[in-house]
């Protein structure tokens, strides 16, 4: 991914969240409130930033971390939380992952 385009995806998503928190729109405030809550996990967050550094270089990073991210996601599903993997929550964690596999890529484009 470009330094452009992961600029345009974060531009995108921001005012995105703003307006529909500002036009009260329910079902995008409540989707990211679902991803938010999971981002605060410490598993999730561990795991997320340490395997998008190591990866940082890799040719298919997104595809990867895509596989990853469900992958650990059932993990600690099934590990941690006590669920079963066939549940919306490991949507939510896959999600969160991605999130902060998306942030330490723009961190990297920043610096």
Request: net charge positive; glycine share 2%; hydrophobic share 70%.
């Amino acid at each position: 991914m470009s330094k452009k385009t992961c600029f345009i995806i974060f531009l995108i998503a921001l005012g995105t969240i703003l307006v529909s928190y500002l036009l009260n729109f329910v079902p995008v405030i409540r989707e990211t409130n679902m991803i938010f809550a999971q981002m605060q996990n410490v598993y999730i967050a561990v795991s997320a930033i340490v395997l998008a550094l190591v990866l940082a270089k890799n040719k298919y990073y997104w595809l990867i971390m895509l596989a990853l991210a469900l992958i650990v996601a059932a993990l600690i599903q099934v590990l941690i939380a006590g669920g079963t993997v066939m549940s919306v929550a490991v949507l939510y964690k896959a999600i969160a992952f991605m999130v902060y596999a998306y942030l330490i890529t723009l961190a990297r484009f920043m610096l």
